[in-house]
């Protein structure tokens, strides 16, 4: 999901006349590097607190399985975050070194992007345990990691970029609330509060509904804002629909969830590949 709203911001970007390559090669790599660190910080917070134990249905993780030790994993943290921060800085030096209020506004963008992945599960107050996970996956792989990747692409500043980038947001939204319908019952035992515990089971079924419906509604709005012939894109999202099916109808059965996890997460990347394509064919 990473690298795709960064392709989908270079097809906006392109959809407006502008688009740099180089920018958009260092832009994916810092995406990947962000998502990289949130997944090791997601591993190693989760099993310092306690909330990876035998009872998880999720793949294995490293620290909670064993196979690494906190401390190793905590030194991963702090390597992917410098490599994060090095790449990223890179990425807006080239891209708009002659524009200094601009520069610092994406520096500071970057620094906060890398504290924001660090702390879903890393320190005194891991905002994933206090039900905000869903809200800041949303914003740094929606609105920010596709605005910014069409901006430092070359695109002006426009609000038609706000549309794709909230539906990319809540395609990583429904990922996590997947993940953590699947991890409902041990993340109430640990005292993860997530949107989906403090919803229950039944609330959190109608609210990934709603996330995808709200996709759907996103794209609509931006084809039929920009390019109304590009409307029927809109169902490049039923493999997107058919997964929300299957998770909210069995979302009692790990395994099932566990399924649709991934294919949520391939049906979301390939609806916003398929999306940049169209973005791009609109420019001719």
Known sequence: MAASAIVLGYGLAAMSGHARLDVFFLALVTALLLQILSNLANDYGDAVIGTDTKDRLGPPRMVGSGATTPKRMFRAVMLAAVLSLGVGTAMVFAAIRDNPPLLFFFLCLGVVSVIAAMMYTV???????????????????GPVAVWGSAVLCGASFSPFLVLPGMAAGLCSTAILNVNNMRDIDTDRRAGKRTIAVRLGLVKAR????????????????????????????IFLALPLARSTYLAVTRAGDASCLNAQLRNTVLSSACLSIGMTALCIAATK
């Open 123 to 141: 320190g005194k107050w891991p905002y994933g345990y206090y039900g905000l996970g869903d809200f800041m996956a949303g914003l740094f792989f």
């Open 206 to 233: 109608r609210y990934h509904v709603c996330l995808t419906v709200c996709i759907i509604l996103f794209w609509a709005a931006f084809w039929l804002w920009q390019q109304p012939v590009f409307l029927p894109g």
